[in-house]
């Protein structure tokens, strides 16, 4: 079992930009694929990026990319989303993952945390 908590959401402006954390319980954190996705009203959860267990290999999709990074301290048990220009459609709850392999596909992944709210006006 993995507990996941995000934390860093809250309200910016369009352009701005805000770090989520999402920190892990135990000491298996490292075996992980961290994933990113967020969900707006009305909507179905949508990717946003993912970061394997060492970090080796990283993954953002096309509506964030050159926009959001994702990145992880093993030593911490905290991974991490920082997300730079953002823009009113950023507007979702955004939740950490983790599972066994790296994929894009909720579906893959086993844990997950209870969410944080982003918003961003305009």
């Known amino acids: 079992q993995v507990q996941l908590v995000e934390s860093g959401g809250g309200l910016v402006q369009a352009g701005g930009s805000l770090r989520l954390s999402c920190a892990a319980a135990?000491?298996?954190?490292?075996?992980?694929?961290l994933g990113w996705f967020r969900q707006a009203p009305g909507k179905d959860r949508e990717f946003v990026a993912w970061?394997?267990?060492?970090?080796?290999?990283?993954y953002h999709s096309d509506s964030v990319k050159g926009r959001f990074a994702i990145s992880r301290d093993n030593a911490k048990n905290t991974g991490y989303l920082q997300m730079n220009s953002l823009k009113p459609e950023d507007t979702a709850i955004y939740y950490c993952?983790?599972?066994?392999?790296?994929?894009?596909?909720?579906?893959?992944?086993?844990?997950w945390g209870q969410g944080t709210q982003v918003t961003v006006s305009s």
């Open positions: 993952a983790a599972g066994g392999i790296v994929s894009s596909n909720p579906k893959r992944y086993d844990y």
């Open positions: 135990g000491r298996a954190f490292s075996t992980y694929t």
């Open positions: 970061i394997s267990g060492r970090g080796g290999n990283i």
